[in-house]
């Protein structure tokens, strides 16, 4: 069966692109496994997708209905400041908005990740918590 691609969700993301999501959702990292523990199932009342495709990149999880990319950074982005800059740029010339959570805010206070993502749902994207 041939999956119908909407352009408009996957901004005209490449098969690779979606090749590379699937094995990444496979391969999730541990600070990610726990943030999608929180966030699947649509328990924040809007549903999130894990290693979303989107044009040339891959988002760690992204509400498609609210226009929200959720990264969760590793110590990797310490060195790598300039692309992240220059990826979320791209990315909110989509219209998408980017949020970004180290690895240790995860692990240390998920419930101040979980609360700072509903408030970006409740009070920038006027999503009624």
């Not at 990319?69 to 990315?91: C, F, P, W």
Request: charged share 30%.
């Amino acid at each position: 069966m041939q999956r119908t691609q909407l352009p408009d969700m996957f901004y005209g993301a490449k098969r690779t692109i979606f090749q590379n999501a699937c094995e990444l959702r496979k391969e999730m990292t541990p600070a990610e496994k726990l943030l999608w523990s929180r966030l699947n199932k649509s328990q924040l009342g809007v549903r999130f997708k894990p290693q979303q495709p989107i044009d040339i990149f891959i988002a760690d999880f992204y509400c498609h209905k609210y226009k929200l990319v959720v990264e969760v950074d590793g110590k990797i982005h310490e060195s790598q400041k300039e692309y992240d800059e220059n990826r979320t740029a791209e990315l909110e010339r989509f219209g998408l908005t980017v949020i970004r959570f180290t690895n240790d805010e995860v692990f240390n206070d998920i419930e101040k990740v979980i609360v700072e993502i509903k408030g970006y749902l409740k009070l920038i994207l006027k999503y009624p918590i």
